[in-house]
């Protein structure tokens, strides 16, 4: 059968709203390690897939995955030794107080139990998060998503700040206390709540701003903002879906590069190596505070299975020294995309940290007008040279690169000469 008539079929049976990527869709059978395999047998290097975090079908999360999967299945009602274990696992990666871990299943489940937990605890309503924000789709989530909707939508509880993008956002590089001057707007978005006799209950950021195409604030950034909130009594919630899971380089989530604890840490995508599992962590404080009113049942979240692979993947973490990798694969990349920009006009700026990098691509380098058709172009071109990417960004104009962690320096080189040559072939 061909691509085209499972195209027809796909659309018929499941319906507009599911997007496939590219002009001409990749048709995946098969893959391992950062390779994936077409139905035609055409290998492409993934530099887009965080939830292969370890790499795809790593033989270590397969097995642990068959095994369990072989014994047993059942969920969090009954005793077992596994979810104990991870949960105990998980949380000693976790600085401070944040001892408490409660699985999920997703991304958007994690962020949906930290804001009731949120609004639980402080008693307030008012959330503040940041502009082009994706945190996931449930329906309050995708209220949190401000990429997703027009701002004349926004719920009356939600105040949205500008994200710190200094590049094209009201404070640029070279100014001085940028972190600062942006936590400040945090401050101002809280005071906006209180005229609407709303109190914050939480402030949410993806601390690699994925959706906002990658940004790297300041640490004074976070810092100043969950200082700014817990003063007005909400809670700080570091949103490590992107960020976390060694994806920065320099610690295994993403909020330490800023030296700062928050409340709640919600996390998911990698923790499986592409099996559904997520959670939050939290303080046994805030986790005591929320049980007193509510009990919390997720049917799959933290299951035997989940369990054993969620133990496997923070297992090939250690072993493989995954942190080390992305540290120093990184540094290769990120200078090897600088000097790209110094030969490419198009590349306005760069930005990132560890396997998480964004190259902002623009027609103009004084107006910093997005170039978009161009950014599309050249993923698409890249799609058919053999490497696989992705596009965000509020102006859809920053090339994303976040390939899975065991991604090498050949890797490397192989992906800056695919991006020299398109963004050489499409002028
Ligand atoms: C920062 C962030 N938070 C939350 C989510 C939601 O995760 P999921 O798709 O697993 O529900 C995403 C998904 O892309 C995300 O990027």
């Not at 449930?138 to 509880?157: D, G, K, W």
């Not at 923790?271 to 303080?283: I, N, Q, Y």
């Amino acid at each position: 059968m061909s691509n085209q008539e499972l195209i027809r079929r796909r659309d018929r049976v499941m319906g507009p709203a599911y997007r496939l990527f590219y002009d001409e869709p990749v048709h995946l059978v098969r893959g391992k390690g950062v390779w994936l395999v077409d139905d035609e047998g055409r290998k492409y290097l993934d530099c887009y897939n965080n939830v292969a975090s370890v790499g795809h079908c790593h033989p270590r999360v397969v097995e642990a995955l068959k095994r369990q999967a072989s014994t047993l299945n059942t969920h969090t009602r009954y005793l077992h030794e596994n979810v104990v274990e991870y949960a105990e696992r998980l949380t000693g990666t976790l600085p401070g107080d944040l001892s408490v871990c409660m699985p999920v299943c997703t991304g958007t489940e994690a962020n949906e139990l930290a804001f009731r937990i949120a609004r639980a605890v402080t008693g307030n309503r008012g959330t503040i998060v940041t502009g082009s924000a994706y945190h996931g789709n449930s329906y309050v989530i995708n209220e949190l998503s401000t990429m997703e909707y027009p701002a004349s939508e926004r719920p009356r509880y939600l105040e949205v700040v500008e994200a710190p993008c200094i590049y094209r956002g009201r404070y640029r590089a070279g100014e001085t206390q940028i972190g600062a001057a942006y936590a400040a707007l945090v401050g101002e978005g809280i005071d906006r709540l209180a005229g609407r006799q709303y109190q914050p209950a939480l402030f949410i950021c993806d601390n690699i701003f994925s959706s906002n195409g990658v940004l790297t604030p300041p640490p004074e950034y976070l810092q100043e903002s969950y200082r700014r909130v817990r003063a007005a009594g909400g809670l700080a919630v570091a949103d490590e879906v992107q960020s976390g899971l060694c994806r920065l380089g320099d610690h295994m989530w993403g909020f330490m590069d800023s030296a700062v604890v928050p409340d709640i840490v919600t996390m998911g995508k990698p923790m499986g190596d592409g099996h559904p599992l997520a959670a939050v962590v939290t303080t046994p404080g805030i986790a005591e505070k929320f049980a007193r009113k509510y009990d919390y049942f997720n049917t799959f979240g933290g299951n035997p299975v989940s369990a054993a692979v969620g133990l496997a993947v923070l297992d090939v973490i250690e072993e493989e020294q995954i942190l080390q990798n992305v540290k120093s694969v990184g540094d290769y990349l990120g200078s090897g995309l600088r000097t790209l920009a110094q030969q490419h006009e198009v590349i306005g700026d760069v930005r990132g940290k560890g396997l998480f990098w964004g190259v902002e691509l623009v027609r103009n380098p004084d107006t910093r007008e997005p170039a978009d058709t161009e950014a599309r172009k050249a993923a698409e071109h890249l799609r058919h040279n053999g490497i696989l990417l992705g596009v965000s960004g509020p102006g859809k104009n920053v090339i994303k690169i976040r390939p899975p962690l065991v991604f090498s320096r050949e890797n490397a080189d192989q992906l800056l000469e695919g991006l020299k040559l398109a963004l050489t072939d499409h002028r």
